[in-house]
């Protein structure tokens, strides 16, 4: 009997569509699961007639792969994962190969790596991007750790991945250890941001502009057809026709408090760490904690009474400004995430392919879009950019993008209507566009109360000063040190 290509460990909805994709490349799929059930029932069931071998045992599975075994998990992040890498270990060959698909946070990907790199054994952490659609039509796949797997991979991972115009696959190697997830994570924390960014728009058509959900569609039809052409633009196009069983739109009796699985928080954290403002992103997972305290804001707002005052300008323009505002904060969500993988990067010794990552961003996952196309270039035509700002044409597109910018930021806070992903990008822009910012004062503080010294200047960078600012504090200063 033919053994199988690949195994895989996990039959949830994005399991068995994975494994759909891959015999239907062409390659023979072993398959398990803890409840054994699920896999008589897939057999059975989607996988009758397909070259899909089911199995009872993760022995059974392990037997019924070609060397070297390629296992592929799709189990639950976090203790699940080692707790099967554990299991499978031992039933294991030198060269044989892990894979964990799930959505695993970077630092235990690096972890993981080492680990069962010191057993003899090969690692792969990648993040699969675009829900069960894409896990059966094809997904963006963001492959990390051990190098020599990937040449055994490469085949299937590439096979279904979902592919751009020119036929070129949205997987490639990402690079060592915790790469491929690390990379995933920030692609989440844009997820939030550009989630944030479109429910603001919405917010200032239906509260400020009094538009019905049939005339957002519209708009979002219409924006859908331009430079904001995605895949998240596109189905909040299909959402606001979406009518409930009553004929009136089923948004509406939607309740406004968001959900998160962590990955943006993750993000947000990382950034922290590796000091990079990553701004919008951090405001889109703080709204969606925000939007939580539901019963709370209910209680704020009969304490609050006020009303979003009648708009007073031309809809037709200031809608046309908020399809811009919302490409210009885009494109500040994305040049925030490029500047955290390139500091990361730096930290961890990855060799991150900028360009790579945004071909892989453009098919197959939640971020998709026509935008991601410019960003390619911009990387391929300087892979040391600095920030998409930098880039000309991001810097062109931004300048005319501005004014509108500014006109939706003003109205925002004008008319009361919270949009603080757009605002933050917009106060991110005029910083990092700032020569003088007031953290000279800043410093003066610090070394005012905690001794914490400065750079003048009139003097070489990296010699650090000292005042004695009220005559009391002496001449001793604290250490310097960056955060």
């Not at 239907?24 to 071998?53: C, E, L, M, P, Y």
């Not at 630092?107 to 699969?128: A, F, H, N, Q, W």
């Not at 950019?385 to 597109?397: A, I």
């Amino acid at each position: 009997m033919k053994k199988a290509d690949i195994g895989l460990i996990g039959l949830a909805v994005m399991g068995e569509n994975l494994t759909i994709n891959m015999e239907s490349k062409g390659f023979t799929v072993a398959v398990f699961n803890r409840t054994t059930s699920k896999v008589d029932n897939f057999i059975a069931g989607r996988a009758a007639g397909k070259n899909i071998i089911g199995c009872h045992s993760l022995e059974e599975l392990i037997d019924n792969l070609a060397l070297p075994r390629k296992i592929f998990m799709m189990v639950k992040a976090g203790d699940a994962v080692d707790s099967m890498i554990e299991q499978l270990l031992p039933l294991l060959s030198p060269g044989d190969i892990i894979i964990d698909g799930g959505n695993s946070h970077f630092p235990d990907t690096i972890r993981r790596t080492e680990y069962v790199e010191s057993k003899g054994m090969l690692y792969i952490g990648t993040g699969v991007s675009g829900g069960e659609e894409g896990a059966l039509n094809g997904p963006s796949i963001m492959p990390g750790g051990s190098p020599a797997a990937w040449p055994h991979v490469k085949p299937i991972l590439q096979a279904i991945s979902a592919k751009v115009e020119d036929g070129s696959p949205c997987c490639d190697w990402v690079g060592e250890n915790g790469a491929g997830h690390f990379v995933k994570m920030v692609h989440n924390g844009i997820e939030y941001g550009d989630m944030q960014l479109i429910c603001e728009a919405y917010q200032l058509m239906r509260d400020l502009l009094g538009m019905s959900c049939d005339e957002m569609h519209e708009v979002f039809a219409e924006w859908n057809k331009g430079e904001l052409d995605s895949y998240l633009i596109e189905i909040t196009k299909d959402i606001l026709a979406y009518k409930d069983k009553d004929g009136s739109p089923l948004v509406d009796k939607i309740l406004d408090r968001a959900g998160q699985k962590g990955t943006g928080k993750w993000t947000g954290i990382a950034a922290l760490d590796e000091g990079v403002p990553l701004t919008l992103i951090g405001e889109a997972v703080f709204a969606r904690c925000l939007s939580s305290m539901k019963e709370e804001r209910v209680k704020a707002a009969g304490e609050f009474k006020r009303t979003i005052p009648a708009f007073e300008g031309d809809k037709k323009e200031f809608v046309e400004a908020l399809r811009q505002a919302l490409y210009a904060s885009k494109i500040i969500s994305y040049a925030q995430g490029y500047t955290l993988m390139r500091q990361a990067a730096g930290h961890y010794g990855w060799n991150l392919n900028y360009g790579g990552i945004a071909l892989m961003w453009r098919g197959g996952c939640i971020i998709r879009s026509a935008f991601l196309g410019k960003i390619k270039e911009a990387y391929t035509s300087n892979p040391d950019l600095e920030n998409l700002l930098l880039d000309p044409y991001f810097k062109e597109t931004i300048q005319k993008l501005v004014p509108a910018w500014r006109k939706v930021a003003a109205a925002a806070l004008q008319y009361g209507v919270p949009a603080p992903a757009m605002t933050s990008a917009l106060s991110y822009f005029d910083g990092y566009t700032s020569e003088n910012l007031p953290a000279n004062l800043l410093q003066a503080q610090r070394d005012y109360f905690g001794a914490h010294t400065y750079e003048r200047t009139d003097a070489p960078r990296g010699e650090f000063f000292h005042t004695n600012w009220t005559g009391h504090g002496g001449s001793t200063s604290a250490s310097t040190y960056n955060a």
